[in-house]
């Protein structure tokens, strides 16, 4: 084959083993599809579950190119297209499980319908930070919740990934937002414009008595799952709305029911794993490049360079907890 028609890719033969870079065949833009140039593929706690072979929700039969995000420059427009044309800077979250090929590698032909145009005030690492973690929040807050101006949120988790970008939607569309964590990221969750909690110094009465006068939150997102799915059903007020992104433990409902408060899971996977959808994670891809080129969303990004070969570096870093921030891995 010619140059032209391989590319570079890290491809996983099994689960925890190392990155094996290849050259393999590069694919074409199909029906619906367009063939993207990667320039840059966000990495996220669950790409490293699924190289490890424990996210049985997130399947992806190997050998497989891994990495959810990613953002590029469209190549070529498949059949059936429209609203896409070569040069266009796209970015989503477009594969990467359920067989779909991710974005580890030169060039990936994805579903149309997942993508957005990129931000334009928005760096190619920027924007690939982006797509799991802003759909992930949106979902949540305003498919689920319905968030409107006036009401007041918290945040579980608010420093994390999905926690940061939560906050900042909740902000966007006039809540007052509190967000739980440690100490030191008190002062990065008032730079957007929430109101931090040490979650190691203020119990979930202590701070519904400080800030809501003992009424509860209107709504609740947890980001963290386990007891933190626990404090969100105390922290939530009547008729309130509690979402998480990690229900997936066993829970006493009695403190939601008791308040008449109601409950919304979020699977951000969906789509990929079923079809289903598709179009709605683009229309929020969209919403997003709308927020973050009004100034009113920016994610942090680890500022640290990963490139194809070093994967399993900004893997490692994911899985010991010392990421400052996303990472992305740089593959232009």
């Known amino acids: 084959m010619?140059?032209?028609?391989?590319?570079?890719?890290?491809?996983?033969?099994?689960?925890?083993?190392?990155?094996?870079?290849?050259?393999?065949?590069?694919?074409?833009?199909?029906?619906?599809?367009?063939?993207?140039?990667?320039?840059?593929?966000?990495?996220?706690?669950?790409?490293?579950?699924?190289?490890?072979?424990?996210?049985?929700?997130?399947?992806?039969?190997?050998?497989?190119?891994?990495?959810?995000?990613?953002?590029?420059?469209?190549?070529?427009?498949?059949?059936?297209?429209?609203?896409?044309?070569?040069?266009?800077?796209?970015?989503?979250?477009?594969?990467?499980?359920?067989?779909?090929?991710?974005?580890?590698?030169?060039?990936?032909?994805?579903?149309?319908?997942?993508?957005a145009p990129k931000p334009h005030n928005f760096s190619m690492r920027e924007a690939a930070a982006l797509p799991l973690i802003a759909i992930t929040a949106w979902e949540g807050l305003v498919d689920r919740a319905q968030v409107r101006s006036g009401q007041r949120v918290l945040v579980i988790g608010g420093g994390g990934g999905v926690g940061h970008i939560a906050v900042q939607i909740a902000k966007a569309k006039g809540a007052e937002v509190y967000a739980v964590d440690s100490a030191g990221k008190a002062e990065f969750l008032r730079s957007l414009g929430g109101t931090p909690i040490d979650r190691a110094t203020e119990s979930v009465s202590d701070y519904v008595a400080t800030y809501t006068g003992g009424r509860g939150f209107d709504i609740v997102y947890d980001t963290a799952g386990g007891t933190g799915l626990d404090d969100a059903f105390q922290a939530v007020g009547r008729f309130g709305h509690v979402v998480t992104a990690l229900g997936w433990g066993t829970h006493a409902l009695a403190a939601l029911s008791f308040k008449a408060a109601s409950y919304s899971g979020v699977f951000t996977l969906l789509p990929l794993l079923t079809g289903e959808g598709r179009e709605h994670h683009g229309e929020i891809m969209r919403e997003v490049t709308r927020l973050a080129e009004s100034g009113k969303l920016v994610p942090k990004l680890d500022d640290r360079r990963f490139g194809l070969a070093d994967i399993a570096a900004a893997h490692a870093q994911i899985e010991n907890k010392q990421a400052n921030g996303k990472l992305v891995i740089d593959i232009a």
């Open 2 to 115: 010619s140059t032209e028609t391989m590319m570079k890719a890290a491809l996983l033969d099994a689960p925890n083993a190392d990155f094996r870079l290849a050259e393999v065949a590069r694919p074409v833009a199909g029906e619906g599809q367009v063939l993207v140039r990667i320039a840059a593929s966000g990495v996220n706690p669950l790409d490293t579950k699924i190289r490890a072979g424990k996210a049985a929700h997130a399947r992806h039969p190997l050998p497989a190119v891994l990495g959810i995000d990613m953002t590029g420059i469209v190549e070529a427009v498949g059949p059936g297209v429209s609203g896409f044309r070569r040069g266009d800077e796209v970015y989503g979250m477009t594969g990467g499980v359920g067989g779909v090929q991710g974005s580890l590698a030169e060039f990936a032909a994805v579903d149309a319908r997942l993508i």
